[in-house]
């Protein structure tokens, strides 16, 4: 049945996502490199190319899902630095995911090294992440689904160092009105439809299209990292593919 993601109440929003990020786990992979055509790879590369982490970063990476920022920091570091001092924690809610980032290290020389550990746990509250902690925060595809935005940027700060970054990539809007209206039409007619072909859930996917919509425009979300007390460079935010997608930036202080 369809649902009206306006009607949902606040209170119901976390059981919803979890509920449709338990039915896309397991296709989750193949789903994003669909509806993408793959793009999500390049703008997840540019992500940490922005990042640019130094030998012996910790970052924090929220909502990491199967733990392909993770992956994209490691490689990075050890690619680019011949840095295997660097390490991430992957947080996020839903257990499924979890499970499929572990598998997904499983044995590898990151795993070996203790480069990568994993946990269950809410953006917007992570109670078991000290405070002042961590060189760099990310957020993929996260942050849209949560409740209250404003507490998981808090919690950024929070668990941040002084001179400490938080990066955030996210669907964002596209400006050009041309150009938005091929997106509304690829959005809400062609992402449903690939939903029910490929993971038989055109409800889960028309759900994703909806939130996309509603999260805050690029300059109103940099407006609530500054309340959050972070510095941004410059707008504090840079579009990908016309502002399909936009990474956001800032800096605790
Ligand atoms: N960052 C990964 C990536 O880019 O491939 C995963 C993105 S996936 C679209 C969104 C993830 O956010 C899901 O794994 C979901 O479980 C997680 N999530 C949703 N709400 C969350 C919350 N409040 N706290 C932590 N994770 C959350």
Redesign the pocket.
């Known amino acids: 049945t369809h649902f009206g993601y306006r009607e949902v109440p606040e209170t119901d929003k ?1 059981r919803l ?2 509920r ?2 338990s039915n896309v ?1 397991s296709k ?2 193949i789903m ?1 490199d669909v509806m993408s055509a793959g793009i ?1 790879r390049v703008w ?1 590369d540019q992500f940490i190319r922005r990042l640019a982490p130094t030998p012996g970063t910790r970052l924090l ?9 993770a992956l994209r920091f490691l490689n990075y570091c050890q690619n680019v630095h011949q840095d295997t001092t660097s390490q991430v924690h992957l ?4 257990p ?3 499970n499929e980032g572990r598998r997904r290290f499983k044995n590898s020389a990151y795993e070996l090294r203790s480069q990568v550990s994993f946990e269950v ?4 509250d992570l109670s078991t992440v000290a405070s002042n902690s961590m060189d760099a925060y ?10 209250h935005v404003d507490r ?1 940027v808090q919690e950024a700060y929070r668990v941040l160092k002084p001179g400490g970054r938080f990066m955030c ?1 996210e669907f964002s809007h596209v400006e050009n009105p041309l150009l938005a209206q091929v997106y509304d039409t690829y959005s809400f007619e062609v992402i449903p439809a690939m939903g029910q072909i490929v993971a038989a859930d055109r409800d889960s996917y028309q759900y ?1 299209v909806e939130s996309i919509r509603r999260f805050p425009k690029q300059e109103d979300f940099a407006a609530m990292i500054r309340a959050a007390g972070f510095y941004t460079v410059g707008k504090g935010f840079e579009n990908l593919t016309f502002g399909v997608a936009a990474i956001h930036s800032g800096f605790k202080l």
Do not use: P, S, W
């Not at 746990?121 to 917007?124: C, I, W």
């Not at 990310?138 to 409740?147: P, V």
């Open positions: 976390e996502v979890g449709v990020f786990a989750y992979d994003n999500h997840k990476d929220v909502a990491g899902g199967t733990g392909d920022i947080v996020d809610i839903n499924d995911m979890v746990g809410n953006a917007e990310t957020i993929a595809f996260g942050i849209r689904n949560c409740t998981v990539l994703l």
